[in-house]
C-alpha cells in the first residue's frame, strides 16, 4: 500500500507561483501529478521515478512552467508552478504506481492522495 497526501494548494494571483508537496509511505516506483477540473477527465501533469528522479511533462500547457522534483532522502515530492495562470485553476492530484515507468495514464496509477485545490484569480 502507498499513502500520498498532497499540500499546499491555495487562491493565487495569475502570474504567481505555487509549490505542491506530496508526502508518500510506501515504495511506489513512480509518483505523478494529476489535476481535474469539475466535469472533465482527470489529466497527467507530470511524473518522476523514485530512484532515478528521471521525470516526464505531459502538459504542452504547462511546460516551461510547472517542474517536479523529489528530495531524495524525504519521501517527498514537490511541483513547482510559475506564472499561473486562470486556466491552471483545478484539484491537483498526487498518485504513486508501484510500476518503474512514468505514464500520463490515470488508469496506469494505483494509489491517490485526495487533492488539494489551486485556484488561480484573474
Known amino acids: 500500500q502507498v499513502q500520498l497526501r498532497e499540500s499546499g494548494g491555495e487562491l493565487v494571483h495569475a502570474g504567481g507561483s505555487l509549490r505542491l508537496s506530496c508526502t508518500f509511505a510506501?515504495?511506489?516506483?513512480?509518483i505523478a501529478w494529476f489535476r481535474q477540473v469539475p466535469g472533465t477527465e482527470r489529466e497527467g501533469v507530470s511524473c518522476?521515478?523514485?530512484?532515478?528522479?528521471?521525470?516526464?511533462d505531459y502538459l504542452d500547457s504547462v511546460k516551461g512552467r510547472f517542474t517536479i522534483s523529489k528530495e531524495r532522502l524525504r519521501n517527498l515530492v514537490y511541483l513547482q508552478m510559475n506564472s499561473l495562470k486562470p486556466e491552471d485553476t483545478a484539484v491537483y492530484y498526487c498518485?504513486?504506481?508501484?510500476?518503474?515507468?512514468?505514464?500520463?495514464?490515470?488508469?496506469?496509477?494505483?494509489?491517490w492522495g485526495k487533492g488539494t485545490q489551486v485556484t488561480v484569480s484573474s
Open positions: 498518485a504513486a504506481t508501484r510500476k518503474s515507468y512514468c505514464s500520463g495514464l490515470s488508469s496506469e496509477y494505483d494509489f
Open positions: 510506501g515504495v511506489p516506483g513512480v
Open positions: 518522476i521515478t523514485k530512484n532515478d528522479g528521471d521525470t516526464s
